[in-house]
């Protein structure tokens, strides 16, 4: 079948660093989206991977390793309005494959 | 203009009701999405149209229907909807489906209540 797994929930610290992992088993895998959805908000797209390594986008850096079907989203100076939800997604045979979402919990 | 638009923002109505979703957006997008997502679940992809064509029907059943009357338009049809087709409806478009990175731009979603 096809799944990606990712922790259900994760605590940081405001001004920490935090990493959220996936795991992926797809077929047809082109590559590897994140996503963001605070509570009562809509999915907002924040990064892609198609290749091997790391994207980087301001605070946001996206890691892919094909090899390993493993990526993950890193965040950096964590602030309050990064809590939501995370989703990451793999680009497969047209369509996005979705995680469950790991929730984000900043503590001040 | 990068927005996708959807109306109803909510939307109740009982089992023997018609009704209608709608989503718009100007982005020149050629693939669009209708997705179902329950409370804290991911979304739940159930049509994709690609260049105003049906392309992909996630088994979803008859009493949703969708239509895409132009490349800038999509509508979903409801019709004897059950109290668990409650849920929030997203609709997304993105460039195409073959896309370099296959962003796709969700709208702020109808939150559908089924009496």
């Known amino acids: 079948g096809q799944s990606l797994e990712q922790p259900s929930e994760v605590t940081a610290v405001e001004g920490a660093i935090v990493q959220i992992n996936c795991t992926y088993q797809?077929?047809?895998?082109?590559?590897l989206s994140w996503y963001q959805q605070h509570d009562g908000g809509a999915p907002t797209f924040l990064s892609y991977?198609?290749l091997d390594g790391l994207e980087e986008t301001g605070r946001f850096s996206s890691f892919l390793s094909r090899s390993d079907s493993y990526g993950y989203l890193l965040l950096q100076e964590l602030q309050m309005k990064d809590s939501a939800s995370y989703f990451c997604?793999?680009?497969?045979?047209?369509?996005?494959?979705w995680g469950a979402g790991t929730k984000l919990i900043i503590k001040p | 203009d990068t927005e996708v638009t959807q109306t109803p923002k909510h939307l109740v109505m009982g089992m023997t009701n018609k009704k209608s979703l709608k989503c718009e957006q100007h982005?020149?997008?050629?693939?669009m999405y209708w997705y179902k997502q329950k409370a804290k679940k991911p979304p739940e992809l159930m049509f994709v149209?690609?260049?105003?064509?049906?392309?992909i029907n996630e088994s979803v059943p008859s009493r949703f229907s969708p239509e895409c009357p132009n490349s800038s338009l999509l509508n979903l049809h409801l019709h004897a909807l059950q109290p668990e087709d409650s849920a929030l409806y997203l609709c997304?478009?993105?460039?195409?489906?073959?896309?370099?990175?296959?962003?796709?731009?969700f709208g702020p979603g109808t939150r559908l209540t089924v009496l």
């Open positions: 797809t077929s047809g895998f082109y590559g």
């Open positions: 997304a478009s993105s460039q195409d489906r073959e896309g370099t990175d296959n962003e796709q731009f």
């Open positions: 991977n198609a």
């Open positions: 149209y690609s260049y105003e064509k049906l392309s």
């Open positions: 982005m020149g997008h050629r693939a």
């Open positions: 997604a793999s680009d497969s045979n047209y369509q996005l494959i």
